[in-house]
């Protein structure tokens, strides 16, 4: 697999896991995409700002306070002023989850992944199938933690090395 692949793979992923979710109240603002994002981040690193946020997903601010209004406005999320800065507020994931994210963590992939294995003449996917690739995306998703993206992404942020300097251990 090229990089290409694993872009376009990771795609795909991002689709199933969007039909997977529960759909949320019409006319309610923000991506699932985004949301998702946001949370997860915001349970790796509580007591943070909008602008923190963007900073570690790379999200454009205006998605990330879109997703944060969003969170605050399903009960999933509370806010406080920053001490530091009273202009600002700190964000944290609630105390006691919303219903909206109990329904949405007590949703499996199943139905979803089977949709997507389905042959292309709308045949069902294999049961034996459906099962093989939620292993190997559990598999995945054990070793390719938001930490790991966080990495590649400071990765990218560092400057190639100079013609001729040593190598950084």
Known sequence: ?????????GRTLMKIGEQAMPQAEPGTPGSHRAVAVVLGDLVANPATTVGEIAGRTGLPQSQVSTAVARLEQAGAIDTEPDPADRRRRLIRPAAKPSARLTKVRA??????LAAALAGPDGAAAQPDTVREVAEALDLLARR???????RARALDATPPPSPGAPPTP
């Open 1 to 9: 697999m090229n990089g290409v692949e694993l872009f376009l793979l």
């Open 107 to 112: 949703t499996t992939i199943d139905d979803a």
């Open 144 to 150: 390719l933690t938001p930490s790991v993206a966080a």
